[in-house]
């Protein structure tokens, strides 16, 4: 709790949140705990980098990892060998990270 997190930090991680509940690639996209879970995975990632405020790259790297299994891949484009994975990544690269 002591890790500090700047708005535009919050605001990043609910555009990337609400971006995979508009994902024509998604069937189902994030909820708000998968926002809650990448804030607190992102001040994980922080404290244990030994700092005490949590950066976008935090949020860039830990992001798949932490809404993979809250999301789905609509069933044809599975077919197609499209994955979570590769959608969350696409997500990130789209929304504009904080300076």
């Not at 609400?18 to 992102?42: E, I, N």
């Amino acid at each position: 709790r002591r890790v500090r997190v700047e708005p535009s930090l919050v605001a990043y991680i609910t555009a990337i949140v609400r971006a995979t509940r508009s994902s024509p690639v998604l069937t189902l996209g994030a909820s708000p705990r998968g926002s809650v879970a990448l804030l607190k995975m992102a001040q994980a990632a922080a404290l244990l980098d030994g700092r005490s405020y949590a950066v976008p790259d935090d949020v860039k790297e830990l992001a798949t990892a932490v809404l993979r299994h809250r999301v789905s891949v609509a069933p044809e484009l599975e077919l197609e060998g499209i994955t979570a994975d590769t959608a969350l990544r696409g997500i990130i690269e789209k929304v504009e990270a904080p300076r």
